[in-house]
């Protein structure tokens, strides 16, 4: 059967208006994660709320994010991923490294000193790792304490093997908990790198679990790599239960449920809460309406 003119006519109308339709639909399931007039997106990156980019866009300096070096606040923690649903962030810090001549003179080597403000390293999530022949690497505070050591035995280093970090080329150990301002020290451990023909640098450096595989070519040149590291963010100085007395500073929104930061990430000493929205709604919880209907 032909179809006359003005029946071609309403199916294009149609087609028109079902087009439109779902445009619609689709800018209205994406539902806004900053305040009101205040970007969410900083190239790739959204940036929700409580996180924000502009004065008054942030619930405080802590949150503030620097769209031109993606870095938080005036930490070298350089962001990829701010998650609302778990309470983590994914970005990149800088390693530590030292480079030795032969008669063990350092010819390169740096220490970063990081401060991570209210936002710890993740101990479920992350892992210091060291890479090199008589390679020593660790975390240590600002005042010299030394939180945790990784080694690596010079024994077989002549026949190193890629793949997982037992030990020979690379080493690897869990961080502590509440980790927030420390130094990444790299060494040599016997004091024989340089003098041996396996290589003449050590490495050390966060990343997260299962993001770093060992190649023995690293042991050569490491130090212009990045990996990714996540820290634990959470919001306010106290538990669910007390933040819930005062309503007027109670950062759960409507169709929000309350997480104490201590059950979150399993550590007692963590403080603070996060915001979830209840099940069958998303969005985000710190904001007024934040969370919608699925």
């Known amino acids: 059967m032909k179809t006359t003119y003005k029946q071609r006519y309403h199916l294009a109308v149609l087609l028109a208006i079902s087009i439109l339709l779902s445009k619609t639909t689709k800018v209205a399931s994406e539902v806004t994660q900053s305040l009101c007039g205040c970007p969410d997106r900083c190239g790739d990156i959204t940036i929700p709320y409580p996180f924000g980019m502009k004065k008054g866009c942030y619930l405080s300096k802590s949150y503030h994010v620097k769209c031109e070096t993606l870095t938080i606040a005036s930490s070298k923690f350089k962001l990829l991923k701010i998650s609302l649903d778990d309470g983590h962030m994914r970005g990149f810090l800088p390693m530590g490294y030292r480079c030795y001549n032969k008669t063990r003179g350092i010819i390169r080597k740096s220490e970063p000193r990081i401060d991570l403000g209210r936002f710890p390293l993740s101990a479920s999530h992350n892992l210091l790792t060291a890479v090199g022949c008589d390679t020593r690497a660790d975390i240590k505070s600002f005042e010299g304490e030394s939180y945790l050591t990784g080694c690596i035995s010079m024994t077989e280093c002549a026949r190193l093997v890629s793949g997982a970090c037992l030990g020979m080329g690379c080493s690897q150990v869990p961080v502590p908990y509440d980790v927030t301002s420390f130094r990444i020290h790299a060494q040599s451990n016997s004091g024989k790198v340089g003098k041996w023909n396996y290589n003449n640098c050590t490495y050390a450096f966060l990343v997260e679990k299962n993001s770093y595989e060992f190649v023995a070519a690293d042991i050569y040149n490491l130090q212009n790599r990045s990996f990714p590291v996540v820290l634990q963010w959470s919001v306010g100085e106290t538990s669910c239960r007390i933040a819930q007395m005062n309503k007027t500073t109670f950062l759960c ?3 929000s449920v309350c997480q104490d930061a201590s059950k979150r990430f399993f550590n ?27």
């Open 268 to 294: 007692q000493s963590s403080e603070g809460y996060n915001c979830k929205c209840a099940q069958g709604y998303r969005g985000n919880p710190y904001l007024p309406n934040g969370c919608r209907g699925q």
């Open 253 to 255: 929104k409507e169709n």
